[in-house]
Structure formats: structure tokens, C-alpha cells
């Protein structure tokens, strides 16, 4: 049994050593962006306080948030923990017990946040299909804007043990396993977890932990926009701004979502997402091969698959140490099948 099951993600933290930079990149993204005791908050539409922080420093990636339920959540975890439940002094309010995971990314559980009432910045439009035809007498007009990001969906972290790292996460949080990642019949190194709502659908994953070569740290951090048009107008947005593009558009096998990846000044991934699967408790877990990871249902192939990058030579040597041929996980695209 798990000490608690967290309901979200909160947000990631970050530092900087420019939050002028930073700020106008996450505009771009689509964050209304704020500061406030020398840190730079991004937020989106749902209501919650903040989704992202920066604050001043080497520019590298701080902590993970995660959203308890209750306060005596808090205090379940803390007494198991033999830590202390603080008041937590940022946007919001709220309280907070701080953790270590194995690999010693900071986790920062909290509940209790004040929250305002979530707001439609871009509105659903009515879609004429071949089998239904809702929109009528009305054209579709949209305005070049960024995206509208609405709330944080997950996180991917780099960890060193994917066994150890999954106990860890699971014991405490009570995550299950939608996708399990094999490299190899029997060789998992990885897994999408999402959050124990019972009944009450979650995201497909919350968290991606992934048994990689290299030092820890966070591969990327992804963010629900409001639609497809969305996503597109914020893509256009964003190149016709020359920020970085780092992947997309396209549909992923594992949890469906249409994506876009982009990198911040500093190098930090950030996804624009939409159209993501939901499970329930009840749901079982699938075991999926690693070559389902990076390849898409539709739209731009990974840049390992369209030859624009090799393999990195640690990950080569990686997977040769496993007797696994890396050519094989990076060189064909599984059909997949969405869990």
C-alpha cells in the first residue's frame, strides 16, 4: 500500500543566471509569467497558482512538485518520513514536505495551494467531420498568438535505477504503471506512471522515469494546451519567434497525446500537448518495446529516426553492455498499439 496517492503534478523548478531571458521565452510558450521574491513564476489557465519557477542560478533543474490531496496527506508522508510539514511561503500558499529521491531529485509534495477559477483563454471550435457536421453559416477565423497553456501534465526524469526509482515513487505516491518500456524481452528500463484516482480518469502518465546513460536530470516537462489549433498556433508562434525546436508536431504511440517539443534558453525540453489518453484505476498496465518510444502514429520522426542526430555514443555503449543492437531500437517504428 502506498502512503499516499497524489492527485497531480504541481509544477517544476528551475534556476537561471537570466530571468529576463527566461520570462520572454515562456511567454512565448504560452505562461502568463510573474515574479515575486526575486523568482520567476509561469501559470497557466487552470486555476493553480504557478506551473513553473525560476529562480536565480546556474541555470540547471531544481526540483519536481506533486500535488497531495489533503494536508493530512502531508502529514501521513512527513511521520513516514521523519520530516516536517512547513508552510510553504510562495504564490498560493499552502503547505509542503520535501523529499529526496534516490538519484537526489528534490520532491516537493504540497497541498492546500489557493486556487482561482480555471478560465477558457482559447475556445473549443466546432469541427465539421465526414461523418458530422456541427459547424454551419460559420468560419473558422483564428489570430497568431502563442499557445494557451492550461496546466502541467507530467514530467520525464532521467534516473539511474529505473527498479529502485519506481519502488520509490510508488511506495509513497501510489503511481501505476500504464506503459512499461523494454529494451529487451525482460530488460524494462522504463515506465509511464500516472496518478491512482480510482474511478476518476488521470492522465495516461504523470511521470516517465527512464534508465538512460549520463548524469540524472530532467529530460523534459510537458504542458496541456487547449487544442490542436492551439498547439498549431503556438508552433507557428514559436518558430516565427526563432526559439529552438527540438521535435513535433506529431501523435505519440504511448499515451496518444499530440506534441511539440521546444527548448528554453538554458536547454530545458518543454512540450506543448493535447489530445492525451485517460485511464482509470482499474486499467491494467501494457509492456511496450523501446522503439515505440521516440517513434509517432503521424508527424515529424524523431530525430534519431530521420538521421538528423546519431545515436549518442554513451547510449550506443549503453545497450551494446546489455547485448541489445541499438540499430534495431533506433532504426524501425512499431506499428503500436496505444495501451
Not at 531571458?21 to 515574479?35: H, K, P, Q, T, W
Request: a neutral charge.
Amino acid at each position: 500500500m502506498a502512503l499516499i496517492k497524489i492527485e497531480d503534478i504541481a509544477h517544476v523548478r528551475f534556476a537561471a543566471p537570466d530571468h529576463a531571458a527566461m520570462r520572454s521565452f515562456l511567454e512565448d510558450f504560452g505562461m502568463e509569467v510573474f515574479e515575486a521574491a526575486g523568482r520567476l513564476y509561469g501559470k497557466g489557465t487552470d486555476g493553480r497558482p504557478f506551473v513553473h519557477v525560476t529562480q536565480p542560478g546556474e541555470a540547471r533543474f531544481l526540483a519536481l512538485g506533486l500535488r497531495a490531496e489533503t494536508v493530512a496527506d502531508l502529514e501521513k508522508l512527513a511521520a513516514a518520513e521523519s520530516v516536517v510539514v512547513e508552510d510553504w511561503n510562495e504564490p498560493g500558499g499552502g503547505k509542503i514536505v520535501r523529499l529526496n529521491d534516490p538519484d537526489g531529485y528534490a520532491v516537493e509534495v504540497v497541498a492546500a495551494q489557493a486556487k482561482s477559477a480555471a478560465r477558457l483563454a482559447f475556445g473549443d471550435q466546432h469541427r465539421n467531420t465526414a461523418s458530422s457536421k456541427s459547424r454551419v453559416r460559420s468560419a473558422v477565423r483564428l489570430e497568431s498568438a502563442p499557445a494557451h497553456v492550461h496546466r502541467i501534465g507530467h514530467a520525464v526524469l532521467k534516473v539511474r535505477d529505473f527498479r529502485v526509482s519506481e519502488k520509490w515513487y510508488k511506495e509513497r505516491f501510489g503511481f501505476l504503471t500504464s506503459d512499461e518500456v523494454e529494451a529487451a524481452k525482460d530488460v524494462s528500463l522504463g515506465a509511464f506512471m500516472r496518478c491512482d484516482r480510482g474511478e476518476k480518469p488521470s492522465d495516461h502518465h504523470t511521470l516517465f522515469l527512464a534508465q538512460l546513460p549520463g548524469k540524472p536530470g530532467l529530460l523534459h516537462a510537458a504542458f496541456e494546451v487547449a487544442n490542436l489549433d492551439d498547439l498549431m498556433l503556438g508552433h507557428q508562434h514559436l518558430k516565427a519567434r526563432k526559439r529552438e525546436a527540438a521535435w513535433g508536431v506529431g501523435r505519440h504511440i504511448m499515451g496518444s497525446q499530440i506534441f511539440d517539443y521546444w527548448k528554453d534558453p538554458f536547454g530545458n525540453e518543454l512540450e506543448h500537448w493535447t489530445d492525451g489518453d485517460l485511464f482509470t484505476a482499474t486499467d491494467p498496465p501494457q509492456k511496450m518495446p523501446m522503439s515505440a518510444l521516440l517513434a509517432v502514429q503521424w508527424g515529424s520522426p524523431h530525430p534519431l529516426f530521420s538521421g538528423k542526430i546519431p545515436p549518442p555514443p554513451g547510449l550506443v555503449a549503453f545497450f551494446t553492455a546489455l547485448n541489445i543492437r541499438v540499430k534495431g531500437l533506433f532504426s524501425r517504428q512499431p506499428k503500436g498499439n496505444p495501451s
